[in-house]
């Protein structure tokens, strides 16, 4: 059976796509002699369908506009090789209206929701702890008022291949729990498209949000690859890591103006391969990050957090804890209003034995700015153009020469023949095995985020079109 699968290989992220309609309800009633499809056009009729499911079962609502006042709750299991499936008869064809959505509970397993318009009040679609294996995948969402669109507790849910959009209200358009002090584990988002969430004027509005500051000590293993963000301006932070050991890979953000991918909370995320375009760039607190090969343009630049306690110590889990160990290499950087910085704070800590290498600093304020502690800093092989200086980076850390870049496809700069930065890149850094394309880091590596390569790409700079066609296509 056709599925999506979580590669975690920095080179590879497998994508395939859904079969259609008719091939899924023959696949469903070929698989299991109990397993049926089944067509429904009422709530009262979806709900006890739901009920009564079994695996294998495929479930079709018929397009129209249908009014809730529950949950519509599912708790059945399907298996691997036999989801339940609950399907609209088009994509978007089915709108759910009124006060409630889904409310997956335990103990669910391997069941899928796709191609519903979602406008009923917000904080209604959960995924609840104890449910395993959940798909949301090309569906709207446009909920009402105050409240997540999503919310993830379970493990290993996927969410692929939705629209959310049009928000104003305080809540996350995806809020990723969990249960106790563990996030959420295995939760995979990809090929997502969030646009214009406008500031309801309060905390809280995250367009993701993947963990909260109790859970931010346990490792998620999230995946959050491929996704676009256009004009999602919700709060500052625009995506906020709050848990550990999640990647987050190969993700559009544009036309964002102050909104930050922001390690918030937790240690030992993986940040590479985004392209961040007039946006709030980047923000780091916490321990063992690797941020590397991503591409920013027109961004307020990379934040090294200044601390204001450290977590390993003991400081309470909502402090901004003091980044330590973390390494910030092979970007590119091209005519951001600040490059690398770190703001002032009152007593602050500041950053511990943090690495920037080989990164491409070009155009925009001085090349580094720090106003907190920076003890133990290593720094080489950067290269420096047209900023307004040096700032303090270190003498005989980096090379003031032009890294001949040019603007090819989508308008990104990319070293062209001949560049410095080609094949000269200091140290070995073997975490660093791919470019911001996904292509192959090769030795000896070019500095910066581009690796000149012939290999397949993997990771793109998105656009609308892009995922409006992947969404409506099942």
């Given at each position: 059976?056709?599925?999506?699968?979580?590669?975690s290989s920095?080179?590879e992220?497998?994508?395939?796509?859904l079969p259609?309609l008719?091939?899924?309800?023959?696949?469903?009633?070929a698989?299991?002699?109990s397993?049926?499809?089944y067509?429904v056009n009422?709530?009262?009729?979806?709900?006890?369908?739901?009920?009564?499911?079994v695996?294998?079962?495929v479930?079709i609502?018929?397009?129209?506009?249908y009014?809730t006042?529950?949950?519509i709750?599912i708790?059945?299991?399907?298996?691997e090789?036999e989801?339940i499936r609950i399907?609209?008869?088009?994509?978007g064809?089915?709108?759910?209206t009124?006060?409630h959505?889904f409310d997956?509970?335990s103990?669910?397993?391997?069941v899928?929701?796709?191609?519903f318009?979602?406008?009923h009040a917000s904080g209604r679609n959960?995924?609840?702890?104890g449910?395993t294996?959940?798909?949301?995948v090309h569906n709207?969402f446009?909920?009402t008022?105050e409240?997540?669109?999503?919310t993830v507790?379970?493990?290993?849910?996927e969410i692929?291949?939705?629209?959310?959009?049009n928000?104003?209200?305080?809540?996350?358009?995806?809020d990723?729990?969990?249960?106790g002090?563990?996030?959420?584990?295995?939760v995979?988002?990809?090929?997502n498209?969030f646009?214009?969430?406008?500031?309801?004027g309060?905390?809280?509005?995250?367009?993701?949000?993947f963990?909260?500051?109790?859970?931010?000590l346990?490792n998620?293993?999230?995946?959050i690859e491929?996704?676009l963000?256009v004009?999602?301006t919700?709060?500052n932070e625009?995506?906020s890591n709050?848990?550990?050991?999640n990647?987050?890979?190969?993700?559009?953000?544009?036309?964002?103006?102050?909104?930050?991918?922001?390690?918030?909370?937790g240690?030992?995320?993986?940040?590479y391969g985004n392209?961040?375009?007039?946006?709030g760039?980047?923000?780091?607190f916490?321990?063992?990050h690797?941020?590397?090969?991503?591409y920013l343009?027109?961004?307020?630049g990379?934040?090294i957090?200044?601390?204001?306690?450290?977590?390993?110590?003991?400081a309470p889990?909502?402090?901004h804890?003091?980044?330590?160990n973390?390494?910030?290499t092979f970007?590119t950087?091209?005519?951001?209003?600040?490059n690398?910085?770190?703001t002032g704070?009152?007593n602050?800590?500041g950053?511990?034995?943090t690495v920037?290498?080989?990164?491409?600093l070009?155009g925009g304020?001085?090349?580094?700015?720090?106003?907190?502690?920076?003890t133990?800093g290593?720094?080489?092989g950067n290269i420096?153009?047209?900023?307004?200086?040096p700032g303090?980076?270190?003498?005989?850390?980096?090379?003031?020469?032009?890294?001949?870049?040019?603007?090819?496809?989508?308008?990104l700069?990319?070293?062209?023949?001949?560049?410095?930065?080609?094949?000269?890149?200091?140290g070995?850094f073997?975490?660093v095995?791919?470019?911001?394309?996904?292509q192959?880091r090769q030795n000896?590596?070019?500095?910066?985020a581009d690796?000149?390569?012939?290999?397949?790409v993997?990771g793109t700079?998105?656009?609308?079109?892009?995922?409006?066609q992947l969404?409506h296509?099942r």
């Amino acid at each position: 059976m056709w599925t999506f699968r979580h590669q975690s290989s920095h080179a590879e992220s497998r994508f395939i796509l859904l079969p259609s309609l008719a091939a899924l309800a023959a696949m469903a009633c070929a698989v299991t002699a109990s397993a049926a499809t089944y067509e429904v056009n009422s709530i009262a009729t979806l709900q006890s369908t739901i009920d009564n499911a079994v695996a294998g079962d495929v479930i079709i609502m018929q397009n129209g506009v249908y009014t809730t006042d529950a949950y519509i709750t599912i708790n059945r299991q399907g298996t691997e090789a036999e989801p339940i499936r609950i399907l609209a008869q088009t994509v978007g064809g089915v709108e759910i209206t009124g006060t409630h959505g889904f409310d997956v509970t335990s103990p669910a397993a391997y069941v899928e929701i796709n191609g519903f318009l979602f406008t009923h009040a917000s904080g209604r679609n959960q995924i609840r702890s104890g449910a395993t294996h959940i798909r949301f995948v090309h569906n709207f969402f446009q909920c009402t008022g105050e409240g997540a669109y999503l919310t993830v507790a379970g493990h290993y849910a996927e969410i692929a291949l939705n629209e959310f959009r049009n928000k104003s209200t305080l809540g996350n358009m995806i809020d990723v729990r969990g249960s106790g002090s563990q996030i959420a584990q295995h939760v995979w988002i990809h090929h997502n498209y969030f646009h214009d969430f406008t500031s309801p004027g309060g905390n809280g509005a995250e367009t993701i949000r993947f963990g909260l500051s109790g859970l931010s000590l346990s490792n998620g293993y999230g995946l959050i690859e491929h996704n676009l963000f256009v004009r999602c301006t919700g709060e500052n932070e625009m995506i906020s890591n709050k848990s550990s050991a999640n990647t987050y890979r190969y993700n559009t953000l544009v036309d964002s103006p102050g909104g930050e991918l922001t390690l918030r909370h937790g240690n030992e995320c993986l940040v590479y391969g985004n392209y961040l375009r007039n946006t709030g760039g980047m923000r780091i607190f916490g321990d063992r990050h690797k941020v590397f090969s991503n591409y920013l343009e027109g961004t307020t630049g990379i934040n090294i957090g200044n601390g204001d306690g450290e977590v390993a110590d003991g400081a309470p889990l909502t402090s901004h804890d003091r980044p330590d160990n973390c390494e910030i290499t092979f970007n590119t950087l091209v005519n951001n209003a600040r490059n690398y910085f770190q703001t002032g704070r009152t007593n602050g800590l500041g950053a511990t034995d943090t690495v920037f290498a080989n990164n491409i600093l070009q155009g925009g304020g001085s090349a580094a700015s720090l106003s907190g502690p920076y003890t133990g800093g290593v720094w080489s092989g950067n290269i420096i153009w047209q900023t307004a200086g040096p700032g303090v980076m270190p003498p005989g850390t980096y090379d003031e020469v032009d890294p001949l870049l040019v603007a090819k496809a989508n308008g990104l700069f990319r070293p062209q023949a001949g560049s410095p930065a080609i094949d000269t890149a200091v140290g070995d850094f073997a975490a660093v095995d791919v470019d911001m394309d996904g292509q192959p880091r090769q030795n000896p590596k070019d500095r910066g985020a581009d690796e000149i390569s012939d290999a397949p790409v993997v990771g793109t700079f998105s656009t609308p079109g892009d995922l409006l066609q992947l969404i409506h296509q099942r």
